[in-house]
């Protein structure tokens, strides 16, 4: 087993991997920006590195600082987490070529399966349906292609992911310029400017597989999670099991999953993701060779720690589990809370978290790396935490979460909690007839409603019960008293 493990990430994913390192009785150690000096993951790790960059999100794409910590620290291998370099290939190159172990598939299987258009012939080669699409060089190329295959179309960037470099093209007349802002937005992300286009589905839903492979060509699926609540490309809600996924579905789209992870013989964990058409045919869309930020869902349907997998894989280890011995049971549903403003088209927010009380229950987990006090600024992603609950049945589950979001207190940055709360009893989420323009299609009915003279009444006497509020409160100035006898 792993004795030390760095974990390349802050926030939320590393406070959650530190908790998987400790109950494992494996040493680890933080990397943090100066700005995220006094961050929960710094203070949690048994040892912490400084990484040194003017701009803050760069500390942590600096691979060099980063394998340097490790070898400081006697770290045996480098964990990292999902987003900044979880998905370099280059990055765990580095690693084994440091004689560390990369927590994560190897850098071959991050090629195949990372670049989405590799992906996508290796996917038609192993007979895995993908949508009608696009690779071309140039926009006249791609324009008389366009003809053949007809709009809309899907712009995406073919190494990135996270909603960046992509565009909807209705018409031929959009479609140079989009190719345009695309390839622009990939390439100020990604380091790389391709991009391809491929027939959009309208109202499609996103499923997709999680799989652990032990690279040599074993791999378990462990079912599916729906994604498809998302907001300016990107999932706030997912859970699992899909709601109103019909059994043969299900079986056919792991069994395409599980596929193509051992054909690339892909080890560790990594998620397969589908578009999911109305009329029941579904594509193959990407594989995020990483750990996914919804992997709670798959955890609780089936009481396995996959942080722990990866960790036992990356040690050399065989599947701990098979097929057979994988049976979901329950529902399991998480949030991703935002510092963002819905009601303003979802703009991220800053400010500093002034009081956080969490909910607690049996059947509800919180994963987060924020405490009150914190500076929640513009240099880093605007996901704060997660709130993730459980229940025998999926409206169990839904009424779990939705009521422990109503007693989440965050104040100091506006948040999404309230928004994610009215989607949750939202009549048509509780049928469940999702797809991934569910929220654009009920925007309006999910509005904040005018909060009532007795309702602003009773938060404020909610928050006169919090010291800190109180203490805040009292050391305002009082004008006349400040200013002496010069006022009116």
Same mark, same amino acid.
């Given at each position: 087993?792993?004795?030390?493990?760095?974990?390349?990430?802050?926030?939320?994913?590393?406070?959650?991997?530190?908790?998987?390192?400790?109950?494992?009785?494996?040493?680890?150690?933080?990397?943090?920006?100066?700005?995220?000096?006094?961050?929960?993951?710094?203070?949690?790790?048994?040892?912490?590195?400084?990484?040194?960059?003017?701009?803050?999100?760069?500390?942590?794409?600096?691979?060099?600082?980063?394998?340097?910590?490790?070898?400081?620290?006697?770290?045996?291998?480098?964990?990292?987490?999902?987003?900044?370099?979880? /998905?370099?290939?280059?990055?765990?190159?580095?690693?084994?070529?440091?004689?560390?172990?990369?927590?994560?598939?190897?850098?071959?299987?991050?090629?195949?399966?990372?670049?989405?258009?590799?992906?996508?012939?290796?996917?038609?080669?192993?007979?895995?349906?993908?949508?009608?699409?696009?690779?071309?060089?140039?926009?006249?190329?791609?324009?008389?292609?366009?003809?053949?295959?007809?709009?809309?179309?899907?712009?995406?960037?073919?190494?990135?992911?996270?909603?960046?470099?992509?565009?909807?093209?209705?018409?031929?007349?959009?479609?140079?310029?989009?190719?345009?802002?695309?390839?622009?937005?990939?390439?100020?992300?990604?380091?790389?400017?391709?991009?391809?286009? @491929?027939?959009?589905?309208?109202?499609?839903?996103?499923?997709?597989?999680?799989?652990?492979?032990?690279?040599?060509?074993?791999?378990?699926?462990?079912?599916?999670?729906?994604?498809?609540?998302?907001?300016?490309?990107?999932?706030?809600? /997912?859970?699992?099991?899909?709601?109103?996924?019909?059994?043969?579905?299900?079986?056919?789209?792991?069994?395409?999953?599980?596929?193509?992870?051992?054909?690339?013989?892909?080890?560790?964990?990594?998620?397969?993701?589908?578009?999911?058409?109305?009329?029941?045919?579904?594509?193959?869309?990407?594989?995020?060779?990483?750990?996914?930020?919804?992997?709670?869902?798959?955890?609780?349907?089936?009481?396995?720690?996959?942080?722990?997998?990866?960790?036992?894989?990356?040690?050399?280890?065989?599947?701990?589990?098979?097929?057979?011995?994988?049976?979901?049971?329950?529902?399991?549903? @998480?949030?991703?809370?935002?510092?963002?403003?819905?009601?303003?088209?979802?703009?991220?927010?800053?400010?500093?978290?002034?009081?956080?009380?969490?909910?607690?229950?049996?059947?509800?987990?919180?994963?987060?790396?924020?405490?009150?006090?914190?500076?929640?600024?513009?240099?880093?992603?605007?996901?704060?935490?997660?709130?993730?609950?459980?229940?025998?049945?999926?409206?169990?589950?839904?009424?779990?979460?939705?009521?422990?979001?109503?007693?989440?207190?965050?104040?100091?940055?506006?948040?999404?909690?309230?928004?994610? @709360?009215?989607?949750?009893?939202?009549?048509?989420?509780?049928?469940?007839?999702?797809?991934?323009?569910?929220?654009?299609?009920?925007?309006?009915?999910?509005?904040?409603?005018?909060?009532?003279?007795?309702?602003?009444?009773?938060?404020?006497?909610?928050?006169?019960?919090?010291?800190?509020?109180?203490?805040?409160?009292?050391?305002?100035? @009082?004008?006349?008293?400040?200013?002496?006898?010069?006022?009116?």
């Amino acid at each position: 087993m792993l004795r030390r493990v760095l974990i390349a990430n802050r926030g939320e994913i590393a406070c959650r991997i530190l908790r998987t390192l400790r109950a494992e009785g494996i040493a680890s150690v933080a990397v943090y920006h100066h700005e995220d000096r006094a961050a929960p993951h710094v203070q949690l790790a048994d040892a912490a590195v400084e990484l040194e960059a003017e701009i803050p999100s760069a500390a942590y794409l600096d691979q060099a600082q980063i394998v340097a910590a490790a070898k400081r620290t006697d770290a045996d291998a480098i964990h990292p987490g999902y987003g900044f370099l979880s /998905e370099n290939a280059t990055f765990a190159e580095r690693v084994a070529g440091a004689g560390l172990t990369f927590v994560g598939p190897d850098a071959q299987a991050m090629r195949l399966m990372g670049d989405k258009i590799h992906a996508r012939a290796f996917a038609l080669e192993q007979g895995v349906a993908v949508a009608p699409s696009i690779v071309a060089s140039d926009a006249g190329s791609v324009a008389a292609q366009a003809a053949q295959i007809g709009f809309p179309l899907l712009i995406k960037a073919a190494a990135g992911g996270g909603g960046k470099g992509m565009r909807i093209v209705r018409s031929a007349t959009e479609l140079s310029e989009s190719l345009r802002l695309a390839a622009a937005e990939a390439q100020r992300y990604f380091g790389d400017g391709r991009v391809y286009a @491929e027939r959009y589905t309208e109202r499609p839903r996103h499923i997709e597989v999680q799989v652990l492979g032990d690279g040599r060509g074993n791999v378990v699926h462990l079912f599916e999670r729906e994604c498809s609540l998302q907001r300016r490309y990107q999932k706030i809600i /997912e859970e699992s099991p899909a709601p109103n996924l019909p059994g043969e579905r299900r079986t056919a789209i792991c069994a395409a999953a599980v596929r193509l992870a051992s054909a690339a013989r892909y080890r560790n964990a990594g998620t397969v993701e589908f578009v999911l058409a109305p009329d029941g045919s579904f594509y193959f869309l990407e594989m995020n060779t990483r750990l996914q930020v919804e992997h709670p869902v798959t955890e609780y349907v089936l009481g396995v720690d996959l942080v722990a997998e990866q960790l036992r894989i990356a040690a050399g280890g065989a599947l701990s589990m098979a097929q057979r011995d994988l049976e979901p049971r329950g529902h399991a549903i @998480e949030c991703r809370i935002c510092a963002e403003e819905p009601e303003h088209e979802f703009r991220p927010a800053t400010g500093r978290i002034g009081i956080l009380r969490v909910p607690e229950g049996a059947n509800l987990r919180f994963d987060g790396g924020i405490r009150a006090g914190q500076a929640i600024t513009p240099a880093f992603d605007s996901l704060l935490a997660k709130l993730i609950a459980y229940g025998a049945s999926r409206a169990a589950a839904a009424d779990t979460l939705a009521d422990a979001l109503r007693s989440t207190v965050l104040l100091g940055v506006p948040t999404n909690i309230d928004y994610l @709360e009215r989607v949750l009893r939202h009549p048509r989420f509780r049928s469940g007839p999702l797809h991934t323009g569910f929220l654009s299609e009920y925007a309006q009915e999910l509005l904040p409603h005018e909060q009532s003279a007795p309702a602003a009444a009773a938060l404020l006497a909610a928050l006169l019960t919090e010291p800190e509020f109180r203490r805040a409160a009292l050391e305002v100035p @009082e004008p006349y008293a400040s200013i002496g006898p010069w006022h009116n």
